[in-house]
């Protein structure tokens, strides 16, 4: 396993800057946000100029890229081209995984899982793998719907956000039976009742959650997804993050 962060953690940032302030606070791996609402790489720039954006995510040479996070705003036949621009723009740059949200609670199961497997399909052909995001309000938040979902889409991963389990109402539950479908995580730190506090004050136990990860033979990333937080130096919350990670691996 490795420690990296998300571009997003500069969410008001161009790309390029957001990968410098990363930089800064010493991170070499990063998770590139693709989001059509926000203000770096955008779903529509990359089906647009595919080409274009490789040039821009291989250009960063001081940083590896080991995931995209992926939000489209397009529905129907236009969302899947983007996504397959975004396959081919993770295949060029070498990276595995691409990371997508899942839809919000009360969507039908079974429209769901059709749309998952036409994306894990699409990524399938260029080699990329595709890990739903946990999330709060999203059919996701259910540890025991993502079983059925992964079941039932042959290659669906999961993007695991800890966080997102222990704020909701699945609070109470081990998360060990998600670990095989794990793909990817993303690491914050929280209270039940706050999703984002200051690094060291919260209930996240993040050794037993590498511990269990090791378990199923996980070698992949630990993505810090921080938020500012009010009276707090942002970038010394990176640095801490960044250094109890990398204790907790040694």
Do not use: W
Request: aromatic share 6%; net charge negative.
């Amino acid at each position: 396993m490795f420690v990296a962060a998300s571009t997003e953690c500069f969410r008001e940032l161009s790309f390029e800057d957001a990968i410098d302030r990363l930089v800064d606070v010493e991170y070499t791996v990063v998770e590139v946000a693709v989001h059509e609402d926000g203000n770096q790489l955008k779903p529509s720039e990359v089906a647009a100029d595919v080409h274009a954006a490789i040039e821009r995510c291989l250009s960063p040479r001081r940083t590896d890229i080991c995931a995209y996070s992926v939000r489209i705003t397009e529905t129907g036949e236009t969302h899947y081209e983007q996504f397959e621009k975004i396959c081919q723009l993770a295949k060029a740059t070498k990276v595995v995984t691409i990371i997508v949200p899942s839809s919000e609670l009360g969507t039908p199961f079974n429209e769901e899982v059709e749309h998952l497997r036409r994306l894990v399909e699409i990524a399938r052909t260029h080699g990329v793998r595709v890990g739903m995001q946990s999330r709060l309000g999203c059919l996701t938040e259910d540890p025991d719907t993502v079983q059925v979902m992964c079941d039932h889409v042959k290659g669906l991963g999961l993007t695991l956000d800890p966080s997102h389990y222990h704020c909701g109402p699945y609070s109470h539950r081990d998360l060990k039976n998600l670990m095989k479908y794990v793909y990817h995580v993303q690491l914050r730190d929280s209270k039940k009742d706050q999703l984002n506090v200051q690094i060291g004050q919260g209930e996240i136990d993040y050794g037993k959650l590498i511990s269990q990860l090791r378990g199923v033979n996980y070698n992949r990333a630990l993505t810090c997804n921080i938020e500012p937080l009010p009276g707090l130096d942002y970038e010394t919350e990176l640095r801490k993050m960044r250094l109890l990670l990398e204790s907790l691996l040694l």
